[in-house]
């Protein structure tokens, strides 16, 4: 299967809000306008001090540049289990290796300009990790690691450093999943 368009960008899967696929379209395509509903993924990685790996995106990505995200996000290309595409990504942007557990998923909508959005069937993982980032620095201005009550209260203290997918993640991963994820890390 061909994984990218004429263009050489990524064909990212398109979905349904029953997250059934329905075709495929380029990456660039996929975020003009209001953005076509289509999959993506969201890691959140813990290192052994319960801290949550969070990251400053990159001045040259096109949506969200500078802003900070969770540990790592990305879209599954044509073809791709989301899994394998979630495990692939920590590698390429982290340099990390490590069993990712599934959460949930849920579709969101959020517009960066006039002229690009995200519309996506997000799918959530968390993991626990140990050792040295091996940061790509194409992909991440920054990284850091924190609390979550420390990620709690700088997401409130200023909310426009976020992003939209940040935001909403992380308040249903503390009020559903936290307690599990940190108690695996112990």
């Known amino acids: 299967m061909n994984t990218y368009d004429d263009k050489g960008n990524d064909l990212l899967i398109l979905v349904d809000s029953d ?34 790996l969070i990251q400053q995106r990159s001045a040259h ?47 969101y909508q959020a517009r960066w300009d006039d002229t690009k959005s995200e519309h996506e069937l997000c799918w959530v993982f968390a993991g626990h990790f140990s050792g040295e980032l091996i940061i790509d620095a194409n992909e991440v201005a920054d990284s850091r690691l924190v609390t979550p009550d420390e990620l709690t209260q700088l997401i409130a203290g200023d909310p426009d450093s976020y992003s939209p997918w940040l935001k909403l993640e992380w308040q249903r991963i503390c009020a559903d999943f936290l307690d599990d994820i940190l108690g695996k890390a112990a």
């Open 61 to 107: 990505k096109p949506l969200w540049p500078l802003i900070w995200a969770n540990s790592c996000c990305s879209h599954p290309r044509a073809g791709e289990d989301t899994s394998d595409a979630a495990q692939r990504r920590i590698k390429e942007e982290l340099g990390v290796s490590t069993e990712l557990d599934y959460l949930y998923k849920f579709e």
């Open 19 to 52: 997250d059934n696929e329905i075709g495929t379209l380029g990456k660039t395509e996929s975020h003009q306008g209001d953005g076509t509903l289509h999959r993506a993924f969201s890691v959140f990685l813990f290192d052994e001090q319960g801290r949550v």
